[in-house]
Structure formats: C-alpha cells, structure tokens
C-alpha cells in the first residue's frame, strides 16, 4: 500500500504550479488509481453507458 501511495499520489498532485481545489482531490486520486488498477477502460465504458442510459431517459421525458 505504502508503494502505491508514493507512485500514484505525488505524481498527480504536486505537478509544479497547479492548484487543486480540497473537493476535487478526491475525484482525482480515484481517477489515478482506477488507472493504476487497470480498470481505466472498463471505468469509462460504463460511464458512458450510463451517460447513454441518461440521454435516453431525458429525450423519453
């Protein structure tokens, strides 16, 4: 765990002048490990699945 922390964590958040907002940390380190898991394709599949099943439901409406 203690790995993962040092090589998924700083290279994201202390790129050299960037700021980021408390709220949007989070989201970000997610993003990250999503990523370092190897389930960065299969996180934005279903995304946008969702995202159709939405677009879907509003045009329904």
């Known amino acids: 765990m203690e790995s993962c922390h040092a090589s998924i964590v700083p290279p994201r958040l202390k790129i050299r002048g960037a700021f980021w907002h408390p709220d949007n940390v989070d989201i970000i380190l997610a993003l990250r490990v999503l ?11 279903d995304q946008r699945r969702r995202w159709r099943r939405r677009a879907e439901a509003l045009r329904a409406a």
């Open 35 to 45: 990523k370092a898991n190897g389930r960065w394709t299969a996180y934005w599949a």
